[in-house]
């Protein structure tokens, strides 16, 4: 069970569970970020932090350690 | 029947065209609504729509209503009728992004909560149709519960149907019912409020149930007591107990509710087409392309703001200049004209002079913040302000400081964390600005750039100069992030919106908002600093025998005019005598005796009026206050002429150089003319004379003498870190709306700056021996 920060760019998951500070689970939930959600690393900052992702129709800007309680199943390519 | 005039309120995501609706709606007419303990402004616009007037407000963009902050719930309040400046809105439009419903429908479920009759209005319809999708607003009207209607608020399609649906939604009065929680929630959400009374609105209590650590809960815990904290808990537990753990629970609810909504009325198609903004982040956030763009693009807007500004401001300065000379060519010599010419004149041309500089960034900043770019500069440029507690949306703020930090302060609007905006407000300043290089230029080219030292050794310092700023801005963000702007950690998570084309009608209206807002609302504190720092130079007026100083010199002038060309006869017969002559011809005359003390007497006729101006400013209040505070700045191997330069120019840094130039008898030096091979050759002249007066005022005294260059030094560094600039503090109390920031960041950069200067005097003694 990979965590989201841990896929690289072109790479999908469905999302698993999403933890840590309460106010950034809600942050990550108010913007479409939540359980069974299938999201898409894009790319990755030119040092390698913060990270793109797709999520739904929306794309995303989060740091690593705000990625890391974010757990995924990895979606086979294809 | 309706009532004369309606309120109502604008709700949506950032980025959704939210305020292209509402400038769309109320065109020009609109102001700007402040409130008390807040840094937010909202907008109030006014139209009317077949006799009804409506009063529109603009709400900041938001993903949701649960507000973490007093910023943010200020919008919750004011929806709930709980502002006392503004009545309730009588309908509330929540506008949402077509090809994003899915996600923007969240934001309207907890509006539809609010009580009140909503109307969506759904943008970007046409983006929406270009990816294939397909709405059906009937459908989604009756599965919201709330009349939806499509528009294009960027080219006023739609509006007269929103209008509309607006007036029949007020009229019918009746709220939507929303998403339905399940039976528990609702329950423990009861039971919660009876703990109020009936004095706090049912929304908030639901709020402070959902929202773990929000500012509902905080808020109520202040009013009631911790005993409160305890009863959410176990409200908390128990619903976690039954698999309704907050804060999930209200995002599986309100989804819910929106996926039924889209999958009733929205076709997609199955596979979503590869967008623009695809294409174009792939080159925008590439970690190589993305990064030289970026840096292009942050070249070209720091030379914009550091070099087309240039040519304007000359223009306003010399407007300002020639303004002044005509008031003085026909108004008596006396403290009013002195007042109008030096202080209000001279005022008001400080204050616009700044103007340039600001619309050419926020036109930057409109265009990149309108086309979608702003967003990836922060994600590009993150990782590089994390470390000093920051995020990427400091970046831009912080690079336009190095420029001025006027326009710089007012550009940390664009950062949403307060404590993060604060931080990067308190610390702008610390950033090289162009005002402060007229006086590196001048000690540098007076102590380093001497003959025979290394032809690095000047740039070199000036660099240095610039580090310094460089290097403390960051040690001084962390500090007041772990310090006085310590909080729980900000969530950084940022959403990169589609790219848009920018319209130029937003770009001007956000100038002129910006131009506006410094000129009239920080003018006149620049304008107040300047009349009081002039009033201290100019009184007491009179020298020991009572007579006015400005009447000497002006009599002192008039002799000067007078005598002009009989000088400049001797002075070249002078010379000519002195030359050689050439081959043939008969040598020049030398002078007769009478002719030399002539010429001696004219010479020192021609020094008077600077000579008299520099004993009138040594004896103004600002001069005297300066001798008696000498010992404060022995430490930095400053005398009190020194020292009342840097009190003088607390307006603005680069005042110093005119005022050296007055207290060392040279007369008003203009800094543009410092260094500036392309100047007048009068400015020029006189620069080039300061130059000399410097070193040889300083070589007269015992310490300045041996240790020219540490004290340099040090007045460069102390200029380098103080925060001698009203207009600054006066930007800094408007952005914050408090004076106590504008006064902790004098304080502390006036500390820092008098600690650095002491510091690289007492070293550069020691190494100097």
Redesign the interface.
Known sequence: MPALAELSPGQRGEVLSVTGDPALVQRFYELGLLEGEQVEVIALAPLGDPIEIRVGNSRLSLRRAEAAGISVRLISEG | MLTATLTVALVGNPNTGKSTLFNALSGLRQKVGNYPGVTVEMKKGQFSTDGVTVDLIDLPGT??L?A?SPDEMVAVDLLLGRRPEEPRPSVVVSIVDA??L??HL??TSQVCDLGLPVVVAVNMTDAAAAQGIKLDYAALSERLGVPAVPIQANKGIGLTELTKAIREAAEKGSAPSGPAFPELFESGAAELQKEFNGEVPAFLVRRALI????YTEQWLIEQHGNGLQAKLTSAREKLAAAGHAV??V???TR?AWVRSAVAAAVTKPAV?PVTW?DRI??VL????W??LIFLAVMFLMFQSIFQWAKPLMDSISSGQEAIGKGVESVMPVGPLRALLVDGVINGVGSVLVFLPQILILFAFIAILEDCGYM?RA???M???M?PCGLSGKSFIPLLSSVACAIPGIMSTRVIENRRDRFTTILVAPLMSCSARLPVYVLLIGAFIAKPGSPSWLPGLVLFAMYMIGFTVAPLVALTLKRTLLHG??P????????YRRPKIGAVLRRMWEAGKAFTIRAGTIILAAMIVVWALLYFPYTDANGESYPARIEKAEDAVKENTDRLKELKEKDEASKKEPAEGEPASPALTDDEKAELEKLEEAAALPDKLNGEWKRNSLLGRTGLWMEPVFRPLGWDWKIGVAAMASFPAREVIVGTFGILYDVGDVDPKAVGDDKAEDEAKEKAAGLTKAVQEEWAKDPVRGKYGVPVALSVMVFFALCCQCAATLAVIKRETKSWLWPAFTFAYMTTLAYLGAMLTFQVGRLVVG
């Open positions: 993903y949701s649960a973490r090809t994003n899915d996600r969240y934001l929202d773990i650590g929000g804060p999930g209200e995002a599986r989804f979503p903004t982040d792939a956030t590439h970690r190589l993305g990064m967003a922060a994600f590009l993150d990782r590089v994390s729980a950690p969530v950084f998570v940022m959403e990169l919106p589609a």
